[in-house]
């Protein structure tokens, strides 16, 4: 992809772009959210499906932000973004290794990181980048494919964080999310029964304070 302009700091993305970017703003700040939200010892749980624990489930998503970071610095300078003998699962295996023991403050710090510089690159990206290739698939369609990272990992999360599920802020998340499986809309169709059923169970008064 032919190299353009790197737009100046503090000018406007494209509003497909900013999407984009709207979109992982607000599911890391929902991730951080959970994060909060575990109780003590929590995040020592084991994610259903995987060998993973939550604390390296939410280093993973964390640690993803910031890869994506690169990955969007190289497409918009025409580099190749992905290694030839790039090995997703010894990366993963890498990363969760690494914060098998990360702290709260580690997890939020790495998130911070990664967002922060995320956004920057994409709102680096030049306008007449948006519409070309990176490699087989336009840019656009790559990104939307970044974009959807967090809600493959969703459901596991929140599987293994219970306490959280009826939360508004993760509500709001799951509920509108666009799951793209027919065991995803379910999960989703039961969790929106689940929280009608919370909401009618709720006294007057608290159910007016949600």
């Known amino acids: 992809m032919p190299t353009g302009a790197r737009r100046a700091p503090g000018t406007e993305m494209t509003p497909e772009v900013r999407a984009i970017a709207d979109r992982f703003m607000y599911e890391q700040a929902t991730l951080k959210h959970i994060a909060a939200l575990a109780p003590e010892g929590a995040l020592g749980r084991p994610v259903p499906g ?43 295996a890498e990363t969760v290794a690494r914060l098998e023991k990360a702290s709260l403050t580690d997890l939020f710090q790495l998130f911070g990181s990664g967002i922060n510089d995320l956004v920057a690159e994409l709102t680096a990206i030049p306008d007449e980048q948006v519409e070309e290739q ?11 494919v970044l974009a959807g990272h967090c809600l493959t990992h969703a459901i596991p999360l929140v599987e ?12 709001n998340w799951l ?32 159910e007016e304070d949600e």
């Not at 293994?160 to 509500?171: F, G, I, K, Q, T």
């Not at 065991?183 to 006294?203: C, F, H, N, T, V």
């Open 160 to 171: 293994a964080l219970p306490e959280v599920r009826m939360d508004a802020l993760v509500l």
């Open 50 to 92: 995987t060998d993973w624990t939550v604390r390296q489930l939410l280093g993973h998503l964390a640690q993803s932000l910031n890869d994506y970071a690169e990955t969007v610095r190289k497409m918009a300078a025409g580099e190749p973004a992905i290694p030839e003998d790039w090995d997703p699962h010894a990366v993963n």
């Open 175 to 206: 509920l509108y999310a666009d799951f793209e499986t027919d065991e995803g809309r379910a999960w989703q169709d039961a969790l929106m029964k689940e929280a009608q059923a919370y909401i009618e169970s709720l006294p007057d008064d608290e």
């Open 134 to 144: 990176f490699g087989p698939t336009p840019v656009m369609s790559t990104l939307h």
